[in-house]
């Protein structure tokens, strides 16, 4: 189903155009390319994503649902603004959660799984060496992604997903701070070592203390950016 | 925010769900939702979205949504979520619990024996419900709070069913005596670990066979 605008251009419209704009905007916030407090124009949305101003609306609901985006009486919508006191309580949700998750992956990790796991951890590596934290972030992200496939708990998953994306902002930028990358790649060597050598128990115990790392230096951010 | 349209909507369709006016694989109608909620058919769209988004219903290729089955196996995989999320509540509830908050939750456990002394299911699965509900707000954390009332909520089905296990409730309210101890006790790893306990043995009873109960799940 397709409309087409003034200039010509043709819009999708339906199931399919809400999930493409849901998507890359969601994406987009992840990646931080919109930004907290952001606002969120329907038909601005619908040109960027060549979908309907009615997909794009639809996929808007969809990220409110998820707490991703939220409106604001009378003016439409904007990217949720997350305080440091929020990203901690949803880091505490995310440590136990990735707990869980690491405890899975050291019990239903295929072989292949285990090393695709090591490899990425190798260039998490190279990009600390490298002092290339865009690289180390990307990285960061298909560790967990490929934690989360290892585990084969698509709830767990899901819930992880839907959090991270929430805090994902404050991630970013923490890994800008000095030292940070250093103790971050610490703490997923001891979680991908766990992992790889199916230790359930210090798999769940490694994933929380990283994130209690994490959940340390969100607290000692200064105040104010 | 969701807006008191939405909202009223949202509402009206949980209850629906958790008391089973609306069963699994209901198919919702958006026009027969405005009827009985009054509100407008973009607000009850915009509930069908939130409770898709948690899973209490789901969408079916273009033809709406339905009240979603949740199948043994998964109920066992929401518990896994569920319990370490209300071991992180209960520890913080060990933390952050008031004086008068501690005696609510110490009589809360009294009319709770007695409901299982008195064989009342039914007020024994409403009394745990409310039970979570109060370390919940003694937890002071509104997101692990918020995430585990959502896992809780497709659970309600097959946690209903479970109660109406032989021997089970005595189990049950043991477990669940250690966990206001610990918090009343205001002992946070005590704490965290009773609700850990205690929804390992949900899962273990989850997981166990059983031949279906009758009655009204």
């Known amino acids: ?73 009378n003016r439409g919508a904007r990217v949720r603004i997350v305080s440091t006191a929020q990203a901690v309580d949803l880091m505490e949700c995310r440590q136990v959660l990735d707990g869980l998750l690491a405890r899975k992956a050291a019990q239903n990790a295929t072989d292949g799984q285990l090393d695709r796991l090591r490899a990425n951890l190798e260039r998490m590596r190279g990009a600390v060496a490298g002092q290339d934290p865009l690289e180390y972030f990307t990285l960061l992200r298909e560790h967990h992604r490929l934690l989360r496939e290892s585990a084969c708990h698509p709830i767990a998953s899901s819930l992880v997903e839907r959090l991270q994306s929430q805090i994902v902002h404050h991630q970013f930028r923490l890994l800008f701070r000095p030292g940070r990358v250093q103790k971050s790649l610490a703490g997923l060597s ?5 992992v790889t050598t199916r230790r359930a128990d210090r798999a769940e115990a490694a994933a929380r203390a990283h994130v209690q790392g994490v959940i340390d230096a969100l607290l000692v951010e200064p105040a104010g950016e | 925010m969701a807006s008191p349209a939405q909202e009223t909507a949202e509402r009206a369709l949980r209850v629906a769900i958790w008391r089973g006016d609306m069963p699994p694989g209901y198919r919702l109608v958006e026009a027969e939702l405005v009827a009985r909620t009054g509100v407008s058919r973009s607000a009850v769209r915009q509930a069908i979205d939130a409770l898709a988004a ?19 196996e998964e109920a066992v995989a929401i518990t896994e979520c569920r319990m370490p999320l209300e071991g992180l509540l209960a520890r913080k509830a060990a933390e952050r619990i008031t004086d008068p908050e501690a005696d609510r939750l110490r009589a809360h456990l009294r009319t709770m024996t007695a409901a299982v002394d008195s064989g009342d299911l039914l007020k024994y699965s409403e009394l745990i419900q409310q039970l979570h509900g109060m370390v919940g707000g003694a937890a002071r954390h509104p997101i692990a709070a918020d995430l585990v009332g959502r896992l809780q909520a497709q659970l309600v089905r097959h946690q209903f069913r479970l109660s109406l296990r032989p021997g089970r409730p005595r189990v049950s309210l043991r477990a669940l005596s250690e966990l206001v101890a610990a918090i009343a006790d205001r002992d946070p790893s005590r704490a965290e670990a009773a609700a850990v306990a205690h929804f390992r043995s949900v899962i273990a009873a989850l997981s166990e066979p059983t031949p279906d109960p009758g009655g009204p799940v």
């Open chain 1, 1 to 73: 189903v397709a409309q087409v605008t003034g200039d010509g251009a043709r819009l999708l419209s339906g199931v399919r155009a809400r999930r493409i704009a849901e998507q890359r905007l969601r994406e987009e916030i992840t990646r931080g390319v919109v930004v907290p407090g952001q606002r969120l124009v329907e038909p601005e949305l619908g040109e960027r994503y060549g979908v309907t101003r009615n997909s794009a609306r639809l996929a808007l609901d969809v990220l409110i649902a998820e707490g991703l985006v939220e409106r604001i009486p």
């Open chain 1, 190 to 194: 001891r979680v991908v070592d766990a």
């Open chain 2, 54 to 72: 948690e899973g209490l219903v789901e969408r079916i290729q273009n033809k709406g949504a339905r009240v979603r089955v949740v199948s043994t």
